[in-house]
């Protein structure tokens, strides 16, 4: 598994004439806004290209420029000269789009997570890099292409949503070096910040409230665990992804240093997202759930009722912190 040069896969591109871009399912801001870059970028290199996404964009990634993204099957192209992945460990994580991925003469995959078993014919995976957005950054400006407002500001999208506005500790100084450059090139920063963060609808917030109502705090408040189950999101209207962010809350109470929060995503079926603060590794806690993911943000599943779900993870909790404390 050895990654292509940046020359070897900007040349692909460059001999292709049409380009199908894909990226993982539940489309985030990494995902959009890498894909709604490069897609710019092609274009005004005279290629046809499209994004194809089959499902809706979330309102606050709608400032990525709408025209690259095809909602629908019919409006694409019957084949396609190439079709790049980005941001996808996975080709699995195409779902229902793996047909259109396969049909492509050629593949690319450009991608950051440390899992992805490179399974296009040309690959660039960099797990240091703190987004996909950043490897496609670096590759276009060692090409000389041109990068114009509209997909720096995607760009831009693609690495603040992916390292939480510059906290995660994937964040680097090569990370703060690109932000700068696409500042340089005229990024209005209030604009996609407003879009990003500034655009809550209501209900979002009225689900946090409720999930708040239940935390639950084991080992001297170092753990914190909320849940959400299907029919709170129902009484108040809400979808599932209005949970989102729930889990860095609650992490960020003072005396915490794991944190876990578990939605129901089917009846009785639950998705448990872990967190840490320090050196708890939680990608291990997630790997007792059929789970994974990094030391700091895993997550896993399981099924049964919430309090099945407490009865088999609080005791792995506090035997956690017992062996953290040398107990
Ligand atoms: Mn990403």
New binding site residues.
């Given amino acids: 598994m050895k990654n292509n040069t940046f020359e070897e896969i900007t040349g692909v591109m460059d001999r292709a004439d049409t380009v199908l871009i894909l990226t ?1 399912v539940i489309i ?4 959009a806004g ?1 894909a709604a870059a490069l897609c710019r970028v092609l274009r005004a290199r005279g290629k046809t290209v499209h994004i194809f996404t089959g499902e809706e964009l979330p309102p606050n990634l709608t400032l990525l420029d709408a025209d690259c993204f095809v909602r629908d099957r019919e409006d694409l192209l019957d084949n396609y000269d190439l079709a790049v992945a980005v ?1 996808c460990s996975d080709p699995t994580r195409f779902e229902k789009r793996a047909d259109l991925y396969g049909r492509a003469a050629l593949h690319v995959n450009i ?3 440390r899992t992805n078993p490179y399974y296009a014919e040309y690959n660039y995976v960099d797990p240091d890099a ?4 950043e490897i496609l950054y670096e590759m276009i400006r060692r090409a000389g292409w041109d990068i114009d407002v509209k997909a720096a500001e995607a760009i831009y999208a ?1 690495i603040v ?2 390292t939480g506005e510059f906290e995660y500790s994937s964040t680097t100084a090569k990370t703060h070096r690109i932000a700068a450059d696409l500042f340089d090139l005229g990024i209005d920063i209030n604009e996609i910040s407003v879009a990003i963060y500034q655009n809550e609808r209501k209900v979002k917030l009225q689900v946090h409230s409720d999930i708040l109502q239940n935390m639950e705090f084991l080992c001297e408040d170092r753990f914190v665990m909320a849940h959400a189950p299907k029919e709170l999101f129902a009484k108040r209207g809400a979808v599932i992804a209005d949970s989102d962010g729930v889990i860095e809350a609650i992490r960020g109470i003072d005396t915490v240093e794991v944190a876990c929060f578990a939605k129901e995503i089917a009846p009785d079926e639950w998705k448990l997202g872990f967190r840490s603060k320090y050196d708890v590794d939680v990608s291990a806690l997630a790997a007792e759930f059929g789970g994974g993911g990094h030391r700091k943000a895993a997550g896993g599943s399981m099924l049964g009722s919430i309090d099945e779900v407490k009865a088999c993870l609080y005791p792995k909790i506090e035997a956690v912190f017992r062996e953290k404390d040398g107990r």
Avoid: S
Avoid at 130 to 133: K, T
């Fill in positions: 993982h985030d801001g990494d995902a890498t941001d991608d950051h997570h703190a987004a996909a957005g693609a949503t992916d």
